[in-house]
């Protein structure tokens, strides 16, 4: 199940030795390079991944798809064998933004091994299973079919596993991937979960198989993720207490670690918990999360866009409706209107400078996320609309006068992104806050 931030790229290992075979010649050092690797598929396939780790999945795509046509001849049938290149050649595809391909991918591996037995090593394993669990355009039981096929596996593998560590086989190395396989199935049980809870959640069934399901994950691995599931459920329950100790503990496991700690639930993980944080009435902590999420990663769309939606719920502002992300905030934004005017000179400074921090926050946060939309070209009407309206909303409390510092920004943004081209950077760019608050306070609600 993978997840993806390429970094630093690095070059491929070179062969030592490149003589020719035919009459111990020497050949020219490039050319017989190219020649042992391109006959070679575990060279190939080596490479391709190479590319894919580095961030280059048009360049992995053709290498391996290379390896796949010497593993997989067209005269013959396929064989396991051929289980390596397909995996990857399904990841490739779904960095390139071809899941419809990844799938049909995953198939032929599940084909060629139906029950996950054989050996990771040689291209085997639960991955073909969980991916296509995601990718099944039928969802709901199909996808369970494929998580329950993947489980199976993964089941099996930590049994061999914990006997192995039972008798003190590989002491250093097993203790290790026992863990990773835990997490593994954990992440899948979950999996599970958040497909009787959407796809499923009319069946007479779903409650009760989504507390098995949350159960048996916390039995294996009570991570940050997997509590973040169960509170998710929890939610869905009306259990809005349990709820939030729950993600008070999920919580505590991550968020005094040093950015580096890979213990440290990933992006998109934290993303989801900023909304079940925002579900569930703790604000505080989700604007902590988000200002960790866009000093880590400034271009995200969705990281400012909650932030902005944050601050706004944290100065009053209603909370959205189902037709849209956002809703009728306007009856609240009335009443602080209305609360400015009935306050006394006394009360006016306090009240009013806590909530427009808070508003003028949310605002910058907003027109942030709206900026990085349209450079972006991102696709999400739901969440542009969101913006637009709550941005307008805050106008009508602040003024129009941020339209001036709005333009500015824009201008800066593009002396910025015309520096970065001049300084070679690619796709940085400068977003106005840096994705935290300094000096402003933000304990007001």
Known sequence: ?????????????????ERSVLNGTQVPRSKARKSQVALNPTALLTQATAFLQTGQPDAALPVAQRALALLQPASSSPTPLSLPALNLLGEIYL??????????????????????????????????????????????????????KGTEVLERDLADLEAQVATGAHEEERPVLLEEKKRKLAAALCGMVEVWMTDLSLSPAAESACTALITRALAVSPTASTLQTQASLLLSQCDLAEARSVLSRSLSLWQDLPPEDPDIPDFPTRISLSRLLMEASMEDQAMSVLEGLVAEEDGSVEAWYLGGWCASLMAGLGRPSEENEAGDSENAMDEIISAKEIMTDDEMPRISEERNTLLITSREWL??????????EYEDDRLRGHAVEVVEQ???????????????????????????EGDGRDGDVEVEGSGHHGDLEMNGT
Not at 99 to 126: I, K, M, R, Y
Not at 394 to 420: K, M, V
């Open 1 to 17: 199940m993978a997840k993806s931030k390429p970094s630093n790229r690095s070059k491929g290992s070179r062969r030592d030795k």
């Open 367 to 376: 027109r942030n996320s709206l900026r990085l939309y349209e450079i972006q």
């Open 95 to 148: 960095e390139i933004g071809d899941p419809a391909s990844a799938a049909n991918t995953f198939l032929q591996a599940a084909s060629l091994d139906p029950d996950g037995l054989v050996h990771e090593n040689e291209g085997g394993g639960a991955e073909k299973f969980l991916w296509l669990a995601q990718l099944c355009e039928e969802g709901g039981e199909e996808s369970i079919r494929w998580f329950e």
């Open 394 to 420: 805050l106008d009508r409390i602040l003024g129009e006068a941020g339209d001036d510092e709005g333009a500015a920004e824009e201008e800066e943004w593009e002396e910025d992104s015309d520096n970065d």
